[in-house]
């Protein structure tokens, strides 16, 4: 390819309200242009990209025995009201109306689709098991888009789904996927870890992410160093304490805290560390009737120590609040403590409310809670003595550098993340109220079980500049630049010697299979070198005059510091092992 036949549109600075470095350097290499909020076109740049990203998952795909196939984007929705999830998912879920008022959405995923294909095509356990995938756009009407194409609202993703008789056979299928994604990412020189997650909306029970290391992740990651175990904020447990309960050695007393509302300002009045203080947090669920009328409302205390947060996927999975729970309201708060939020605590209630601890709460003696009063606090607060054991102990909270590793083989360190896969065993969650089915070997009928499986393919870049790149611009992984080696003539213009150089390396690299740029665009060097290091393109040949005289070219990878000079005549074998490395 030739720089004058291709389209270079470099910028020399980013647009106010690019946020993170992956927005600023795409915007400024040309690679996309904002059309509305988060929606971009796709430029030239930005496109070979996105299609090597593409070319890759395909071929690892179809290795692992999966059939490509596409389904569109606008999808009835009737296919969803079948699963409940027209009604259950929120505002992301764009829905719309044609001409004659029926409802559609635009895909945000394809479970609905694809299981009614299955469960037209595939009848009997002989055929059995599949894996039906595609690469789509797809459509989230995000409340903030931001970062870029990193959450923008239209995406390609590629998303597979299997279809297996039974559990075991549907893990086996899982764990072929699992492997394939690893091999993916290995294949696109990134550094990631795959780890433990929650599967969230989607549904099932074996769930693995694909995390891009990176600084500016908005993801937490939670690691052992001294082991393979990894899981994301949301599904790392936290250990209950080996250590038992201690005894009480301090007498229950009201101290005035004027104007310290959170743990943090209680501890620093009290001269006390920050984790002998408890935190309430207060959540309430709602019974709804058949018409769907709140009838009954049930307040729940949930107590987290004073250094620690908590964690909502955790919370929602204790018994009682696993139907879904929100924040109480200011109105139910005072009702039930009889005061506002900041002075909040298990003892001396108006009205009775269930109360949760967290494993470490409930081996806490002497600890600080609200007096449920304004401007006091109770110090020297003993389960037992001072107030009932909890009516429940769970694992309430997030992870915190330093925690034991759930696999008993260190301490678990964190480190942010960008999730760019996700592969879930889905069970019967959309097969069963679908109907899809296959007949068994007696003739029985049995419902498919699934697996899904996603990656998104232009969220992967972004991720990949975030965790390469420098002052002067990305640094491509070779599986994924653009153009992987770019032949730089200095002077070509003015140099029949140098044009006839380059332009022979750059049909040599050709031949050999290399995607190579020759930029003849006539530059000065300074402003080719600063487009091509913004680009980020890994490998770069200089010729000039001057160093044909010498019978030397300069190689220069765009992580060195300065270039090598390698003999003109020994170039494309150099330039082909470096690439090999």
Not at 298 to 322: A, F, S, Y
Not at 463 to 470: F, G, K, L, R, Y
């Amino acid at each position: 390819m030739k720089a004058s036949q291709f389209l270079i549109s470099t910028l020399k600075e980013a647009p106010a309200d690019a946020e993170v470095v992956s927005h600023r350097l795409m915007t400024r290499a040309g690679m996309i242009k904002k059309l509305g909020a988060g929606i971009y076109t796709y430029m030239p740049m930005g496109l070979r990209v996105i299609r090597k990203v593409e070319a890759i998952v395909r071929e690892e795909m179809n290795r692992a025995g999966a059939v490509e196939l596409l389904m569109p984007v606008v999808q009835p929705a009737e296919y969803w009201q079948e699963t409940g999830r027209w009604e259950k998912m929120g505002p992301e879920l764009m829905r719309v109306k044609d001409r004659h008022e029926r409802d559609y959405i635009i895909q945000p995923t394809s479970e609905e689709v694809v299981t009614d294909v299955a469960r037209q095509e595939l009848r009997s356990y002989k055929q059995l098991p599949r894996n039906f995938y595609h690469v789509q756009t797809k459509f989230r009407d995000e409340r903030r888009p931001r970062f870029g194409v990193m959450r923008s609202r239209e995406f390609i993703m590629k998303d597979a789904y299997s279809f297996d008789r039974d559990a075991a056979s549907a893990k086996a299928s899982y764990q072929v996927m699992a492997q394939a994604y690893r091999r993916i990412f290995d294949r696109f020189g990134l550094t990631y870890r795959a780890v433990a997650a929650d599967s969230g909306a989607i549904g099932g029970d074996l769930s693995e992410e694909f995390q891009v290391i990176a600084a500016t992740g908005e993801d937490a990651i939670v690691y052992c160093p001294e082991s393979d175990y990894a899981a994301n904020m949301e599904k790392a447990e936290a250990l209950a304490p080996r250590k038992p309960r201690g005894s009480a050695t301090a007498a229950l007393t009201k101290t005035p805290t004027p104007g310290k509302s959170t743990c943090r300002e209680v501890a620093e009045l009290l001269k006390v560390p920050l984790d002998t203080t408890v935190k309430s947090l207060v959540l309430a669920t709602d019974e709804l009737s058949a018409k769907g009328e709140v009838v009954g409302t049930q307040v729940w205390l949930l107590l987290v120590r004073g250094d620690h947060d908590m964690n909502e996927i955790k919370v929602g999975k204790v018994p009682g609040l696993d139907n879904g729970f929100r924040f109480a309201t200011n109105a139910e708060i005072v009702e039930h403590f009889g005061t506002k939020p900041g002075y909040l605590g298990p003892i001396d209630l108006k009205k009775p409310v269930r109360v949760v601890a967290d494993r470490e709460v409930a081996v806490m003696s002497d600890w600080i809670c609200g007096a449920n009063e304004e401007d006091f606090h109770f110090t020297g607060v003993n389960w037992g003595r001072d107030l009932p054991e909890p009516e429940a102990v769970a694992d309430l909270r997030n992870i915190v550098e330093g925690d034991l590793s759930p696999d008993g083989k260190g301490v678990l360190a964190i480190e942010r993340g960008i999730e760019v896969g996700h592969v879930f065993y889905l069970g019967t969650k959309y097969s069963q109220p679908m109907n899809a089915v296959y007949l068994d070997e007696s003739g029985k009928p049995q419902p498919m079980e699934m697996g899904c499986y996603g990656i998104g393919i232009t969220r992967l870049p972004a991720a990949a500049i975030e965790q390469n790149h420098d002052e002067r611009g990305i640094i491509w992984p070779d599986a994924i630049a653009p153009f992987t080696v770019v032949v730089c003539p200095i002077g070509m213009d003015r140099s029949a010697e140098v044009r006839a150089a380059a332009e022979r390396l750059h049909d040599e690299l050709l031949e050999a299979g290399v995607d190579v740029m020759l930029d003849d665009r006539g530059e000065r060097p300074g402003a080719m070198f600063a487009d091509w290091e913004l680009i980020g393109v890994p490998h770069r040949v200089v010729i000039s005059d001057r160093g044909l005289k010498e019978g030397q070219l300069e190689y220069q990878h765009r992580r060195d510091a300065a270039a090598t000079k390698v003999p003109a005549g020994e170039m494309l074998a150099f330039v082909k092992g470096r690439l090999g490395a």
